[in-house]
């Protein structure tokens, strides 16, 4: 479904483009103006970069956020890579469709419907069994794990199904058991995908606002309720610069998945044409 | 969990039932023998407890409160059960939350200002992003993957910041008043920060990858030879777009809608950061009721309607979901 692209839909894609970078670049420009309000310009400088780096509060943020991320990342996604292999692989089970629909449903509930739950369910558990008795790292990293992993399954799902049951009825054919199929065969080859829903659920906690405002505690500020406490009062120089570092550290993490998801693509049709003797 | 049934269907759905040596049988070695017996039972059960603890129960508590009362109390609401005195068992149910959100016109007026901010929003993006979506699938392949990252990127770069580089371009002082005095179209700057306008800005800037990404998964399994057949019978290619693309990404412009429909209509970053108090949105109601007023009564109910509103939306765009997951 390629060739031609009309002049109409290289116009789209133009503006598509300039739309989605325009505010973005503007925004890295003027974290290197000099002047204290962001939209006058007061010629070329990095002094908002070193008024962040010897804020406490942004460090201490930044830490939090970065621990946070890492081992929900970890978890979600361990856990999405059993959600994802039990929907694809494992057929039929009792409890599939409500499995199924507990799976997809984080991907588009409203954030402000699963922060106020979550919060409600920890101050219930905390009457019920006196656990978690503070709100902060531990409640927001389970917030973030519960819709992460729906992230990663949806990855991990996708790439199951794309790399077909081929090797695996082989492995199977030679006389390796189903739990050696998986640890041999199916695992391996999931790996860029478990890498790219490592990635995913790492960003995804380190952009959350909103789940966390409701579930954290006094005391637990992360990156994006810090910023959003500055922004909420107006532009700030320091912020731009904030979000420049970001916007670069997320870019060259993005750009690195996508090589290595698409080049485990195209060592897919690579391996299909072989497996169909072409 | 030995209640989850395993039916055959696969090539790995036969459980191995492994001969070990039962000779100095050790705690471990049958613990590794259990679970190499029952690893497909564990391998559900583990996402599935997670699930049902963390995203399912809490709708049941939160439905639990909309129909208790305020009280000073921490937490601070009325209980449901209670043993009163003498040994008594009551339960207090009171629909005074839904009756006080369903007969006050703030509240009506926030869901349908919502619904009407979110339904727009997500026809914007369809029509901004079905070209976009489009002109890259009819891209060569080369370009193809390179514009795919282009569009991928924003939407993996922070939510919050993107919100705020509109906050930038809109201000009354913003880049845009400031460069359209510069060259003197105005004399005074438009008032476009904190107006409904920069919200739907806002939310067609931030929602967009969710609806070309979409779009452009169902494009890219399209066969090109029908829209040959049809040029090769006389169509011309407007026709040929609405007859046979059109129909044929029907299942793509659903997801699409529904990725950007469902959480804009919750959204509550955006009418606060770029709406101010002037654009009335139910996710800002649900987290001001519930952070400043400290009502969780009224802010579980709010939350309960809007489920409600959302519900059929989020089990078509499930079925949807399951749909594109199984596909070979």
């Known amino acids: 479904m390629h060739g031609k692209r009309s002049q109409f839909l290289t116009f789209m894609l133009s ?120 709100r902060g790292f531990t409640t927001i990293t389970i917030a973030h794990i519960t819709f992460s992993l729906a992230y990663v399954a949806v990855t991990v799902q996708a790439r199951l199904t794309g790399m077909g049951t081929t090797m695996e009825e082989a492995a199977a054919d030679l006389g390796a058991k189903p739990f050696k199929v998986l640890t041999a065969i199916t695992l391996p080859r999931l790996t860029p995908a478990l890498l790219s829903g490592w ?30 406490s500055r922004i909420r009062v107006g532009l700030r120089p320091d912020i731009n610069a904030l979000a420049t570092i970001m916007i670069l550290f997320i870019a060259i993490c993005v750009t690195i998945a996508a090589i290595l998801l698409f080049r485990q693509q195209r060592q897919d049709k690579l391996n299909q044409k072989f497996a169909e003797g072409n | 969990m030995g209640a989850i049934k395993l039916d055959a269907v696969d090539v790995m759905t036969e459980i191995p039932i492994l001969k070990y040596n039962q000779n100095g049988s050790s705690i471990i070695q049958s613990l590794m023998q259990r679970i190499q017996r029952h690893w497909r039972a564990i391998v559900i059960a583990i996402p599935f407890l997670w699930l049902l603890l963390f995203f399912l129960a809490p709708f049941f508590i939160v439905a639990k409160i909309s129909l208790a009362e305020l009280a000073i109390a921490s937490p601070p609401f009325t209980r449901m059960i209670e043993w009163t005195e003498g040994g008594i068992l009551t339960v207090r149910i009171v629909f005074d939350n839904f009756r006080y959100i369903l007969s006050d016109s703030l509240y009506f007026d926030t869901y349908v200002n919502s619904l009407k901010i979110s339904v727009t929003s997500t026809f914007l993006c369809l029509l901004l ?81 969710f609806m070309i990404l979409p779009l452009y998964a169902n494009m890219e399994k399209l066969d090109g030879s029908l829209n040959e057949a049809a040029a090769d019978l006389g169509s011309r290619p407007t026709n040929t777009f609405f007859k046979v693309t059109l129909p044929l990404t029907t299942p793509g412009i659903i997801a699409g809608s529904l990725l950007v429909f469902i959480p804009a209509t919750g959204e509550y970053v955006i009418p606060d950061l770029l709406g101010g108090g002037n654009v009335q949105m139910i996710g800002r ?44």
């Open chain 2, 285 to 328: 109601v649900l987290f001001n009721e519930f952070s400043r007023n400290s009502d969780w009564p009224v802010a579980a109910a709010v939350a309960i309607v809007l489920l409600v509103i959302l519900v059929v939306p989020i089990i078509i765009f499930q079925h949807f979901q399951g749909k594109a997951a199984e596909a070979p």
């Open chain 2, 129 to 209: 992003g079905y070209p976009i979506a489009y002109a890259i699938v009819r891209s060569g392949p080369v370009a193809r993957p390179i514009l795919l990252l282009l569009i991928i990127l924003p939407f993996w770069t922070s939510f919050l910041l993107r919100v705020y580089a509109w906050m930038g371009l809109l201000a009354d002082q913003g880049t845009i008043n400031n460069l359209l005095i510069a060259i003197g179209v105005i004399d005074e700057p438009i008032h476009m920060l904190y107006t409904e306008f920069a919200v739907y800005i806002g939310i067609v800037y931030t929602y967009m990858p």
């Open chain 1, 15 to 134: 503006v598509g483009l300039a739309f989605f970078y325009i505010p973005l670049i503007l925004l890295m420009i003027y974290s290197f103006n000099e002047s204290k309000l962001v939209p006058v310009w007061g010629g070329w400088s990095v002094r908002w970069y070193e008024v962040l780096l010897q804020s406490e509060e942004v460090w201490g943020a930044v830490a939090l956020s970065l621990k946070i991320a890492f081992v929900n990342a970890s978890v979600a996604t361990a856990l999405g890579m059993l959600a994802g292999l039990a929907m694809v692989r494992f057929g039929k089970f009792r409890g599939r469709t409500l499995f199924g629909g507990m799976l997809v449903a984080p991907l588009v509930m409203p954030e402000v419907i699963t922060g106020l739950a979550l919060l409600v369910l920890f101050i219930s558990l905390k009457e019920l069994v006196g656990w978690p008795d503070q």
């Open chain 1, 199 to 228: 990635l995913l659920a790492f960003t995804l906690s380190l952009d959350d606002l909103v789940i966390a405002s409701f579930v954290t505690g006094p005391g637990a500020t992360t990156l994006p309720i810090l910023i959003f």
